[in-house]
């Protein structure tokens, strides 16, 4: 692995060390604190879509995203989310008129809102463990996806939008998001079958995680930027970070609802 990058993988783990833990005890420890982390790191990707997309009026479009974002989180009615996450996008789209990226900027509404809001309603249908369960392997996708792909390299996954991206990437995030479920499920007890189960369903969340992955670069690569922010070391920004987390969450939660129905 090129020196510049074995950097970068030991600047993931310092900042991984430190986000990880506090994830997991948001997670662990339920409300409130699951709730006020999900509104953070909405405002934060808020904060963040308002300074990818250029406008002149990024502060007003920061709080429309966290306000559609909040009720989210804050509602307990599905009617009285989906009106608001509607009066929101319309909002933003009226008030982004004459803008160059209006279509961009009207679509961090419901990028924001659905992505952290399917995650808090996964929480609260599943509870902490499928959630954990969820998180390990969008992780591990970042994670196996990184390791392998710098190590193997191979042919490009996506060239035309991450020049870095690999089929080896991919296929070793699949198999870690495979191997970090199934080690997760058996320290849990849960039977072998269940365990195989949820190693396929991990592999395939591995792959929406990473159409996510792109469709954030799509985005930068049309606005010309690498990284969402500078927030995180090693890692870029918050989006950067939960591109394909809050990508896959709309699907995983909508699987766990018709499961368990």
Partial sequence: MERSKLNSLLKRIVTALILVPVTIFCLWAGYPYIQLFALITGALLAWEWARMVPSVRGAFYAVSYTAVMASAVALGS???????????TVLVWFKARGEAHRNLLVL????????IGSL???????????????????????????????????????????PNKTWSGLLGG????????????????????????????????????????????????????????????????????VDGLIFAAPFVFLFVKFMLN
């Fill in 108 to 115: 961090g509404v419901p990028y924001i809102s659905i992505g």
């Fill in 174 to 241: 699949m198999f870690l998001s495979f191997a970090v479920s199934s080690a997760y499920l058996w320290g849990l007890g849960v039977p072998d079958n269940s365990i195989i189960l949820f190693g396929a369903w991990a592999a395939a969340v591995a792959v929406v995680a990473q159409i996510g992955d792109l469709v954030e670069s799509a985005i930068k690569r049309r606005l010309n930027l690498k990284d969402s922010s500078d927030l995180i070391p090693g890692h870029g920004g918050v989006f950067d970070r």
């Fill in 120 to 162: 808090i309603w996964l929480y609260e249908l599943a509870g902490f463990s499928l959630t954990l369960w969820y998180v390990l392997a969008v992780w591990a996708v970042d994670v196996g996806g990184y390791v392998f792909g710098c190590s193997i390299k191979g042919p490009k996954l996506a060239p035309s939008v991450s």
């Fill in 78 to 88: 599905w009617t009285g989310y989906w009106i608001m996450l509607a009066g929101g």
